[in-house]
Structures are given as structure tokens and as C-alpha cells.
């Protein structure tokens, strides 16, 4: 069955990761980033754009595939390539695929003040780091030290004002809405 596939590519602030928009979902519930075809079990699609030249890692979130790369590449080569991809198999892609935690369940389960601390990203600091092609997960929080451990995905993860700018604003969000001393830490990635 031939699907009409109507996309467009829009870069993010990060120079290493370009976002693919698509008409079709590519992932219904949830996101998931990949750091390698070997995370990649259940999404074939994804397994087949690490074979494409430079690319390092995926974000698939909605009808969104951010795709980051090496810095070797030429990006009118990746969008041909990935475009050719997606083209040739999202007809078979299913978009309900399960891949690492599932995040309804993982909200469920963190301490209240974890949850506190995500829903206050969720108004203020994740719906830009998504529409950047990006986004963030709180992993821990430390009460003793009163410290928050945060872990960027998909184009962010990378991206230079990650670390400044957009920390420092998460940074400002919390101590305005949860404690006023509180400090902020990025954490290495890790597939959820």
C-alpha cells in the first residue's frame, strides 16, 4: 500500500541535528532516542537510518524524526537519504512500536516531588525543547543536596546552548516554582 508522504526538514539550534516533520506519525505514545542501530529492536525504520552516512543518533517523537550527526556529513546528503528512507518504509512502520519505558508508567512511579518537578518542565521548558526537536527527563532528585538531575534527548543532547542557556532556564523555572536554592545537573543519556 502506497502512502502518500507529504514531510518537511526544519533545522534546530543545534548545527548537528536537522528535524524531519512528517504527515504520518512515526511514534503515537511517547519518544524514544536512539544512540545506535543496536537500541533499535523494535524499530526497523530507525535500524535503517544508522546506515545512513554520519548519522549518530534519533529522536522519534509524534510525527517528528530529529536526526543527529557527526559533523562529517553533508546535510543535503542525510535529508535525501533519510527522506528515501522513511519514503521506502513507513508503510510498514508501525508507529505504536514499544521501545524502552513506557512514559505513563515511568511518571507513575517517580517520587511526588520528581513528579512536581517534570510537570513543571511540561509548561515551561519542554514544549520549546521539543519543538527544537529535543526534550528533557528529570532522572533524579537529590533532597539533601536539593539538587535535580536532568538528561536531554534527541537534538539537545548535543546542542551547545543546551548547557548554557536552556539549564540555566530550568534552573530559574525551579526556584521560582519549586525551591529556591534548588541546583541543576545534566546526566549522560541513556535510552529510555
Known sequence: MAIDLKYFIQPTPNPLAMKFIFNKDVKTKGKVTYSGPDECERNPMAKALFKVPSVTKLHFFENVITVSQNGDGDWDEIEDDVIELVQELIADHDPDFKEGIDEDERRASLPEKVREIEEILDRTIRPGLQGDGGDIVVRSYDEEENKVYVQ????????????LGTLMAIK???????????EVETVEETML
Open 152 to 163: 536531554y534527548q534527541g537534538a539537545c543532547t548535543t546542542c551547545p546552548s543546551s548547557s
Open 172 to 182: 530559574n523555572f525551579l526556584r521560582d516554582e519549586f525551591n529556591p536554592d534548588v
